[in-house]
């Protein structure tokens, strides 16, 4: 990846959009089954399930999806987990993967979900391709379809930089922006959006490239 300046394009979505599905087959094949090296995540997934089932349960949207693996996972919990992801080819993957589960093509900068219509919503690794501009935006759409008490939970890159991505999963080409944001700044944007911050957690806090996730609660 490059340090670029900040963006001043206009199609960055189709420009994921792009990126996603042309390595979409690739990235699949590298990320299955990877849950099942990672407690921590794991763990973070169980007490996601956990806080859906305590807020009165119903249908749990995992935004920006992928090949579906994290959805699956969620329906394995006890979750009625459905995805949603900008890149079609992805929602292909995820349908060929996961057949008894429901996912579908959409963009969280534009959510196509009812008001108050998911009791729980997640988004890993998804908004670090949003640009700051667009966060508030795509916050407002997370509350506006949550039920008032559902729980949100984030996971992203922490860091300083934007970067551009161009050699990509199986050596194919992408234009695609990651965005690399410290906790509190994420933090800040939730309350503003009418989120309860309830926890975070920071994983391989001692490595060069560390993530975190966040524990948010739709006020009731």
């Not at 300046?5 to 206009?10: G, K, L, Y």
């Amino acid at each position: 990846m490059d340090i670029v300046p900040v963006m001043t394009t206009n199609d960055w979505l189709a420009d994921t959009r792009t990126s996603y599905d042309t390595v979409a087959v690739s990235y699949a094949d590298q990320v299955r089954g990877a849950l099942a090296g990672h407690q921590y995540l794991r763990a973070a997934l169980a007490l996601f399930a956990d806080s859906v089932r305590v807020a009165g349960g119903g249908p749990v949207a995992d935004v920006g999806c992928g090949p579906g693996e994290v959805t699956a996972h969620l329906h394995e919990l006890g979750v009625d987990a459905f995805g949603v992801d900008l890149s079609p080819a992805m929602i292909d993957v995820a349908r060929r993967d996961h057949p008894g589960l429901r996912f579908e093509v959409g963009s969280m900068t534009d959510l196509d979900l009812p008001d108050a219509s998911v009791g729980g919503l997640l988004a890993w690794q998804s908004l670090i391709h949003i640009p700051d501009g667009e966060v508030p935006t795509v916050f407002g759409h997370f509350h506006r379809t949550l039920r008032p008490g559902g729980p949100l939970q984030l996971l992203f890159h922490v860091g300083d930089e934007s970067l551009l991505k161009t050699d990509g999963y199986g050596g194919h080409p992408m234009n695609v922006h990651v965005h690399r944001r410290q906790p509190d700044q994420v933090a800040s944007w939730l309350r503003d959006a009418g989120f309860m911050v309830e926890a975070q957690m920071l994983l391989d806090p001692d490595a060069e490239a560390q993530q975190a996730i966040l524990f948010a609660r739709s006020k009731s």
